[in-house]
């Protein structure tokens, strides 16, 4: 299933990378997001935990891989607002890279 479907930024592809920043960021949460809640708590779930493999929860759904990257944080950053912030794999939205090639 990762082949098909990654919850990971690239670390070897730049060109990927950066249509994962781009399209692929669920965040950065600042105040205004339409996700939250009154006490800010984003209703998509995010930020997921790491996980090393993917597995299936008890209710069915995917948990999809995504290994620890926090090291790297400091190559990954988005823009909003003019403020930087530092992103990792916990804020990845599952894609297809493949397709994402395709763009």
Same mark, same amino acid.
């Given at each position: 299933m990762d082949r098909f479907i990654t919850a990971e930024l690239s670390? *070897?592809?730049?060109s990927l990378r950066y249509y994962q920043l781009r399209y692929t960021m669920h965040g950065p949460?600042?105040?205004g997001l339409?996700?939250?809640d009154a006490e800010k708590v984003c209703s998509k779930n995010?930020? #997921?935990s790491f996980c090393e493999? *993917?597995?299936m929860t008890e209710d069915g759904l995917?948990?999809?891989?995504r290994r620890d990257n926090t090291d790297k944080m400091y190559a990954y950053?988005?823009?909003h607002n003019g403020k930087v912030h530092y992103v990792d794999n916990r804020m990845v939205v599952p894609h297809n890279p493949y397709l994402f #090639? #395709?763009?």
């Amino acid at each position: 299933m990762d082949r098909f479907i990654t919850a990971e930024l690239s670390d *070897t592809d730049s060109s990927l990378r950066y249509y994962q920043l781009r399209y692929t960021m669920h965040g950065p949460h600042v105040d205004g997001l339409m996700c939250w809640d009154a006490e800010k708590v984003c209703s998509k779930n995010f930020s #997921k935990s790491f996980c090393e493999e *993917t597995d299936m929860t008890e209710d069915g759904l995917p948990r999809y891989r995504r290994r620890d990257n926090t090291d790297k944080m400091y190559a990954y950053h988005v823009r909003h607002n003019g403020k930087v912030h530092y992103v990792d794999n916990r804020m990845v939205v599952p894609h297809n890279p493949y397709l994402f #090639k #395709k763009i």
